[in-house]
């Protein structure tokens, strides 16, 4: 269980509590970089010493948080000397992979399964908090993660106009994103395969006369098969661990 905290930590400090425009300053200001280790720091402190001991944790947390820190700097060098959208978006992907695979190489390489705390060993015995843990984990992906790749993923194929229109867009339409992988997860979790094809339609049936607009049918298709496929997978993923 303690791989899905650290999980969970790490995309709570890389997506939920690290805002757009501390993501853009990060690539323009060296200090915006460091105020966001720090946050990382943080999380990742009350994510992994309540549940190891700390002479276990001690050296995993300072490679992942040095390492982060260290990904994330290489990572605004790149993007500020190749500013192009398959570079920023291949930035991205590898940035994500090679965080979580860090962190998922250190659980094994350190055997942090077998150095949990007295706190962490009674809540394990609770099959409520599994599977809270689990729930959260896919609740913060599909919620703040996956939003981050979809704007990614639109910016890296939808032409310079539709980009900026996306940009100046109210917020009300990634809500409805957000909120759809969630429901999506929801039916999964309870087997209403069937049931989520009534929320594409009722979703459909809103943008019914805007969908005459070819490019912007071709838009709204894209980013809901995304939605939809990210919420597919992760829910089936975790959902084998509930």
């Not at 990614?152 to 917020?171: C, H, R, V, W």
């Not at 979703?203 to 838009?219: G, N």
């Not at 809901?224 to 509930?242: E, G, R």
Request: overall charge positive; charged content about 20%; glycine content about 4%.
């Amino acid at each position: 269980m303690i791989i899905f905290i650290m999980l969970t930590a790490h995309f709570l400090a890389d997506f939920t509590f690290q805002s757009a425009k501390m993501a853009q300053k990060k690539l323009v200001d060296f200090k915006f970089l460091l105020y966001h280790a720090l946050i990382y720091a943080g999380i990742f402190l009350a994510g992994i010493f309540p549940f190891e001991r700390f002479t276990r944790a001690i050296f995993p947390y300072i490679i992942i948080i040095c390492s982060h820190f260290l990904i994330d700097w290489i990572r605004t060098r790149i993007e500020k000397k190749y500013n192009s959208k398959p570079v920023i978006f291949a930035s991205f992907i590898v940035d994500q992979i090679l965080h979580t695979s860090i962190i998922a190489a250190l659980y094994y390489a350190f055997d942090l399964s077998d150095g949990t705390t007295s706190l962490s060993d009674h809540l394990e015995n609770s099959q409520y908090f599994n599977r809270f843990v689990i729930l959260l984990l896919i609740f913060v992906i599909l919620w703040d993660a996956a939003a981050v790749f979809i704007k990614k993923l639109f910016a890296y194929i939808i032409t310079e106009n539709s980009g900026d229109q996306d940009d100046s867009d109210p917020q009300i339409g990634r809500i409805i994103g957000k909120l759809e992988r969630i429901i999506v997860s929801i039916l999964i979790l309870c087997n209403q395969f069937g049931a989520i094809g009534f929320v594409l339609t009722a979703k459909s049936i809103a943008r019914y006369k805007q969908l005459e607009d070819k490019k912007f049918a071709e838009k709204y298709l894209l980013g809901t098969l995304t939605s939809v496929l990210f919420a597919f997978i992760t829910t089936i993923v975790l959902k084998k661990f509930l």
